[in-house]
């Protein structure tokens, strides 16, 4: 239930409804948005960012926060850890055990390799249940690759790396198809073909859904495939840092298990990082859709072991993170809100952007709406937002639309008595995916020899902005790529002897630098969310 | 907000602790000093990592839901299921007949079930799942499929049965045993995998991968959008 002083303006929503059905906002052209990205978009707040001062990226920017991490003094003591004395020897290694991971896993073991999975949390515990609206794929007939690739490029501002781009959108029919033979169930249309939906940016509707459940589909799916297959895992041991060898190649990593603390050391062949994302990072203080463990442990591991990262000082921010009530603020409100036909409206019930611009601009126009033109609605928490107007979806696509298509959205809010069939929704955008992180080649493979990576953790393929859809889709075309790729690789390798030089070397640059004091420990493992006002000490046991 | 909200005694694993008003029960633990590793997953009500049963003071009766969706009340006394050791069977979906009986084969335990319904009561999603799992023992994969869509196996339902069933898993295997032979295939999908497979896009990506910055932004900028809404298109 909404307080009352905010009734008055659900009214004007209301209102304004019939006139808003036949009103459509032109969409911006490139200087329009290049204009609002650079007065509103957070990326582009240069106080934000700080210039990298060691590492194969020294004078890139970064967001603080991640900067910080990648600077990070090692977790281990290399003098007391002996890579050469393995608990688990494998072909290849996979960190992380989301969409991408598994996926990895799946064509790793297929390929003939000995495949050992470790994450940080339980398997499957990652951003990709958290993924609603869907995955595209060009596959109607008035729709094409060549269209797809158009879309992701212009929706990254034409700096994505355009093989990697041709990869994702030849690849994404068969992903799909691939995940259905897996036993996914994509909604369809009576007579089979997908029943398909637009997104911020698409020129055509290509997203592939699961209800508003689509990431969780996938994902429970993949977990039960990765389990048939007796494929091995580890859950709650994320690794701390990757072992290379005499010939500067990937020779395994270094775990934890979290719950005991005792270190495990993984001899691989080959290690695929699939670690995900960033949010729990709160960059600019902003709340996230992320999961608990989403806090750049991979592009820590990849950095100190000489990785290149890329595009890692663009974040998105999703449009829509709930803002109403506290207890959900900045969790996802999923775009397929306004794919099915939800308008974004100000204070007093006017349109103020195109709803299906891509999500950069959305956000941009919006933190506008509400930081320069004063039209947003501040809640008891003291948070602003915008009303997303759910209740148009059932006006304009008959009554039971949201019920059906939104499911886990109807849930989330009817927890709190707000009814989003009959009421609007209050959002602000929230911290919600990495567009950039490790460099990668088509087949997932970075500048490491051994050392791929998949997922949202790797960047390029989405230059400075992802569209909707583009990253489950990601997970399955680069996760497959990877594990294909590193199965191979580990069958060629000629293994050298196993090695931490290069954390010592790490640690040296660090004090030469003088930033080993100054940096916390990395990679971070979880967010910190307990109270510390208590004045109480605590006792490390 | 947090430090002008009234303050509520909530017991966590019997230990009493004062909280404010509004928390989920999942940043309540963490008010408390309580830093999760278990129990705490996507934090937005999706992977069912945060299952936790409680009851009040007052009040003896057992309920359920996930720590990171559901908001603390007064005399509230929390714990939460880490981990519950649930059957999941092993199975190659290549080779599984695809109709009812394969249920019962895999998971012969369900007719057990003597219908006390207290699944259904359990459920944070508010599925239905003693029903699902009388349609399981039916042998109507398609019933199970709609009514177990939003399963987010948080595994409460095989943590209270009183057989020992999962009816998280076996829906698992009747919506996977759905999506990979029931549903009908889509002709469009197997048509474009073809069409890519024999080059027919490959000179359009070809030639946009070659188009200068300036030609490729106006190609973006005069793409065709087609309409969000269905009947507006054929």
């Not at chain 2, 603390?72 to 009812?100: D, H, R, T, W």
């Amino acid at each position: 239930m909404y307080p009352a002083y905010l009734e008055e303006s659900i009214h004007l929503v209301e209102d304004t409804r019939v006139r808003r059905l036949i009103e459509t906002l032109p969409r911006l052209d490139e200087e329009e948005k290049l204009d609002l990205l650079h007065q509103y978009h957070p990326d582009y707040i240069s106080a934000s960012m700080r210039k990298l001062q060691v590492g194969i990226n020294k004078g890139d920017s970064a967001p603080r926060e991640l900067a910080d991490l990648l600077e990070g003094n090692s977790r281990v003591d290399p003098d007391r850890i002996d890579p050469s004395k393995p608990d688990y020897n494998v072909d290849v290694l996979v960190i992380g055990g989301g969409g991408a991971g598994a996926s990895a896993a799946l064509l790793a073991q297929e390929a003939g390799a000995r495949v050992l999975v470790t994450t940080k949390l339980r398997l499957g515990d990652a951003n990709t249940v958290g993924a609603q609206a869907g995955t595209q794929a060009a596959d109607r007939p008035n729709d094409s690759p060549a269209l797809h690739y158009l879309d992701t490029m212009g929706g990254g501002h034409f700096e994505n790396i355009p093989e990697l781009v041709e990869v994702l959108v030849r690849d994404a029919p068969s992903a799909v198809q691939w995940l259905e033979k897996l036993g996914v169930n994509w909604d369809k249309d009576p007579d089979g073909s997908m029943h398909e939906l637009s997104g911020g940016g698409t020129s055509r509707r290509r997203l592939h859904s699961a209800r508003d459940y689509t990431g969780l589909e996938e994902m429970r799916v993949l977990r039960d495939e990765l389990r048939n297959r007796k494929i091995s895992y580890l859950e709650f041991a994320p690794a701390l840092e990757l072992i290379l060898d005499d010939r500067r190649q990937i020779a395994g990593a270094v775990l934890v298990n979290l719950e005991t603390q005792e270190l495990i050391v993984v001899r691989a062949r080959a290690v695929i990082l699939a670690t995900g994302g960033i949010g729990r990072l709160h960059i600019q203080g902003f709340p996230t859709t992320n999961h608990y463990g989403a806090t750049a442990d991979g592009l820590v591991l990849a950095y100190r072991a000489g990785a290149e990262l890329i595009f890692i000082d663009t974040m998105q921010y999703h449009p829509t993170g709930a803002v109403y009530p506290l207890q959900i603020l900045g969790q996802l409100v999923t775009e397929k809100v306004r794919t099915l036909g939800a308008q974004l409206v100000n204070s007093n019930g006017e349109q103020f952007v195109m709803p299906l611009e891509p999500r950069d601009i959305v956000t941009a126009a919006i933190i506008r709406e509400c930081r320069e033109n004063q039209r947003g609605l501040r809640t008891p928490g003291g948070e602003v937002g915008v009303w997303l107007d759910s209740p148009m979806i059932d006006i304009l696509r008959g009554e039971g639309t949201i019920n059906r298509e939104l499911p886990a959205m109807v849930r989330q809010f009817r927890r709190f008595n707000i009814d989003i069939t009959k009421e609007p929704i209050l959002v602000y955008p929230t911290l919600h995916y990495q567009n950039g992180g490790i460099k990668i080649d088509v087949n997932g493979a970075t500048n490491v020899p051994g050392l791929f990576a998949a997922g949202e953790c790797t960047g390029g393929v989405h230059g400075r902005n992802r569209l909707i859809g583009n990253s489950t889709l990601e997970l399955f075309v680069f996760g497959r790529r990877a594990g294909r790729a590193a199965a191979q690789y580990a069958r060629e390798v000629k293994r050298g002897s196993p090695t931490l030089d290069h954390v010592r070397r790490w640690q040296k640059e660090l004090e030469r630098s003088g930033l080993a004091r100054e940096r916390p420990l990395s990679p971070r493992l979880l967010p910190d969310y307990i109270r510390h006002t208590h004045g109480r000490t605590r006792l490390e046991i | 907000m947090a430090e002008q909200a009234r303050l509520i005694d909530i017991y966590i694993m019997g230990r009493q602790c004062q909280v404010p008003e509004g928390l989920t029960i999942l940043t309540a633990l963490e008010y408390c000093g309580y830093r999760m590793i278990r129990g705490c997953g996507c934090r937005a009500g999706f992977c069912g990592a945060c299952a936790t049963i409680y009851n009040f003071k007052s009040d003896p009766q057992l309920r359920y839901d996930l720590a990171c969706q559901k908001t603390v009340e007064p005399e509230m006394c929390l714990v939460q299921v880490p981990y519950f050791p649930a059957v999941k069977a092993i199975y190659n979906l290549e080779k599984l007949k695809s109709n009812g009986a394969t249920i019962k084969a895999l998971y012969p335990d369900i007719v057990k079930c003597f219908g006390c319904n207290t699944c259904t009561k359990t459920c944070p999603q508010e599925l239905e799942v003693m029903w699902f799992m009388s349609d399981a023992l039916r042998g109507d994969v398609k019933a199970v499929v709609e009514k177990s869509f939003d399963c987010v196996m948080c595994g409460l339902c095989a943590a209270r049965c009183p057989q020992g069933l999962v009816p998280y898993n076996v829906a698992l295997l009747c919506r996977r045993i759905y999506g990979r032979y029931l549903a009908s295939a889509s002709a469009h999908l197997e048509e474009r995998i073809a069409e890519i497979e024999e080059g027919k896009f490959d000179a359009e990506i070809d030639k946009l991968k070659r188009l200068n910055d300036k030609e490729l932004r106006r190609r973006y900028t005069e793409r065709d959008m087609e309409s969000a809404l269905e009947q507006h298109w054929e």
